[in-house]
C-alpha cells in the first residue's frame, strides 16, 4: 500500500504599502489590480488587494521528484503550473512523485 504526501503550500508573501500609496488599487509587475481580491494576476498569482497591504499566494508547485535526467521542467502559463517533460520529446509527460510550494 502506497502513501502519497503532498509536500508544502504555496508560496505566500505580504507587501505592506507606505501611507498614501495605494490610492487606486495594488501594482504587482508594473499592472495595476483594483482593490478586493483577485482570482488570477498574469503572474499566476492569487491575492487580496487592500489600501493597506497586498497578500498573495501562488497558484502553483514547484516539481521537485521526477527523473532529473530524461525529464525537464517547463511553466505552463495558461495552467499555472508546472508541466514536466521528456527532454527527448516534450510532447510526452514525465512521471513527478513530489512538489513544493
Known sequence: MGIIVTLGDAYC????????EAKRGCVMDGKLYPFGE????????????????????SLFH??????????????NRESCDYDVVQ?????????????VG
Open 62 to 75: 514547484t516539481p521537485t521528484g521526477y527523473d532529473k535526467e530524461n525529464c525537464k521542467v517547463v511553466f
Open 38 to 57: 483577485i482570482e488570477r494576476t498574469d503572474s499566476c498569482f492569487q491575492c487580496s488587494c487592500s489600501p493597506r497591504m497586498m497578500s498573495c499566494c
Open 87 to 99: 527532454k527527448s520529446d516534450p510532447s510526452k509527460e514525465c512521471v513527478v512523485y513530489s512538489r
Open 13 to 20: 508573501f505580504t507587501k505592506l504599502h507606505k501611507p498614501g
